[in-house]
């Protein structure tokens, strides 16, 4: 199987002041190393495109993009892909890349979005998903503008209903946090906390789409999460389900 995972990157700008001088630094981080590598370990091909690079080389047509089986997107806003480059700087009419990931679930492709600060609607609702056509496309409701459920206390998701990917995982690791969704009334609602949908899975066209609302890393994947015996079977047989 062949996915290409999008986001999980950003560049930090930090100001150091020390009394009267000030300097800065800058520092770029990835936060899906681990995940990636258990996926590849599990025989998955992935392709990875850090948030920055969509810029300059996510796919500008649907015969590239059905090169792969899924598409993951995590922790990366609606905007990076709608002002590229040419748009935003040469003001040049380039293919409208929700657009095309949109055509292609609808002809067979998978897409899991998994939860952060930048998916869904996000922090301040600058991910801003709901007002694009992946609304139509992800199989959950979201919020109008900030979505994130933080809880520094931890939660541990409970199993809505019997399914495969959630069967026989025992009790969840605590998570610190997640995206307020509900599933929509055809889709499958498998994990869930206090009414809010935590993993959904469904259709859009012929294609099979899933939405975790919590994260795949820090913060809000906690330690916990991402040391659990059963964080490589889970995402692995959730990426494969997409096929």
């Given at each position: 199987?062949?996915?290409?995972?999008?986001?999980?990157?950003?560049?930090?700008?930090?100001?150091?002041?020390?009394?009267?001088?000030?300097?800065?630094?800058?520092?770029?981080?990835?936060?899906a190393t681990y995940l990636l590598s258990c996926l590849r370990e599990q025989g998955i091909d992935v392709t990875y495109m850090p948030a920055h690079e969509v810029q300059v080389r996510f796919p500008q047509s649907l015969e590239e993009l059905k090169a792969y089986d899924a598409i993951v997107l995590s922790d990366v806003g609606a905007n990076t892909f709608l002002l590229q480059n040419p748009t935003f700087y040469q003001m040049q009419i380039i293919p409208n890349a929700l657009e095309l990931m949109k055509q292609y679930v609808a002809e067979g492709g998978g897409m899991l979005m998994v939860g952060g600060y930048l998916t869904f609607m996000g922090i301040e609702g600058k991910a801003n998903y709901k007002n694009t056509v992946l609304?139509?496309?992800?199989?959950?409701?979201?919020?109008?503008?900030?979505?994130?459920?933080?809880?520094?206390?931890?939660?541990?998701?409970?199993?809505s209903q019997s399914h495969p990917l959630v069967n026989d995982l025992g009790e969840w690791p605590r998570l610190l946090g997640y995206n307020k969704l509900s599933a929509k009334p055809d889709a499958e609602e498998l994990l869930s906390h206090g009414g809010d949908a935590i993993l959904t899975v469904g259709t859009y066209g012929q294609g099979k789409t899933a939405a975790f609302a919590s994260d795949?890393?820090?913060?809000?994947?906690?330690?916990?999460?991402?040391?659990?015996?059963?964080?490589?079977?889970?995402?692995?047989?959730?990426?494969?389900?997409?096929?």
């Open positions: 199987m062949k996915i290409l995972f999008v986001g999980e990157s950003w560049v930090v700008h930090m100001i150091h002041t020390k009394g009267y001088d000030s300097f800065t630094s800058t520092k770029y981080e990835e936060g609304a139509d496309v992800l199989p959950v409701v979201m919020a109008d503008n900030d979505d994130r459920v933080e809880m520094p206390s931890g939660f541990s998701p409970v199993v795949c890393s820090p913060h809000w994947g906690s330690l916990a999460f991402m040391n659990w015996e059963h964080y490589t079977a889970f995402w692995s047989n959730l990426i494969k389900y997409l096929k």
